[in-house]
């Protein structure tokens, strides 16, 4: 079965500061991994996604991620935390035509 | 190109009425996925979909629930005998297989 895990439902950051989304996953196949940020009463957008190539992705507003096999995980950074970073979080993978969403991390960013 | 339209936008049924909520993908994706989210929850996946053909309802609740995507016109989630536990905010992405494009999403509010 596939999962995943998004470790800190709650995370606060100051501004100019590196953010740091930690997820970890468990898939049986080599995984497709997305991150989406979610703005309040808003839809999910993709942020990026990784689908085997490059290990370390990068996405949109400064945003990456590097997929780490060894350690099953897909953390995602971003070197200098601006306030409109300010949303939820979701990272999420893909098996088959099944996507698994973790449960979020909302970022805090403060001035 | 127009992304994944959802309508309403925000829903108000009483107690025991129905709610339709509709959900238009992207043009040329033929798999639709709903998900519902509460307050201070990730997204719970419900149902997949094609065209004419549920894949997958593995997350909907057995009773009072029922989703459709016809061949022609928008996908419907639909609520029958709607409960104050069914307040949330309904989410449907369409996919042309590799990721996903959210809606906006429907709250709805049962009072």
């Known amino acids: 079965a596939q999962s995943v895990t998004q470790l800190g439902s709650h995370v606060s950051v100051s501004e100019g500061a590196l953010v740091l989304l930690r997820c970890n996953y468990s898939s049986s196949v080599p995984p497709y991994l997305f991150w989406y940020v979610q703005y309040p009463n808003q839809g999910l957008q993709l942020l990026l996604k990784y689908t085997s190539a490059a290990t370390l992705v990068k996405g949109i507003n400064g945003f990456e991620a590097e997929f780490k096999k060894s350690e099953t995980s897909f953390h995602l950074t971003k070197p200098s935390a601006h306030m409109s970073d300010a949303a939820e979080y979701f990272c999420a993978v893909r098996s088959g035509n099944q996507f698994y969403f973790g449960t979020g991390t909302s970022l805090t960013v403060i001035p | 190109n127009a992304g994944v339209m959802q309508n309403p936008r925000h829903l108000v049924r009483r107690r025991g009425q129905e709610a339709r909520l509709r959900c238009s993908p992207m043009k040329g994706h033929s798999h639709v996925y709903w998900y519902r989210q509460l307050p201070e929850e990730g997204l719970k996946f419900m149902v997949y979909l094609q065209k004419e053909n549920i894949i997958d309802e593995s997350g909907m609740p057995k009773e009072r629930f029922s989703a459709e995507f016809p061949k022609e016109g928008p996908s419907i989630l639909r609520i029958q005998q709607v409960v104050r536990g069914d307040s949330a905010a309904y989410f449907c992405?369409?996919?042309?297989?590799?990721?996903?494009?959210f809606g906006p999403g429907t709250r709805l509010t049962v009072t």
């Open positions: 992405a369409s996919s042309p297989l590799d990721e996903q494009y």
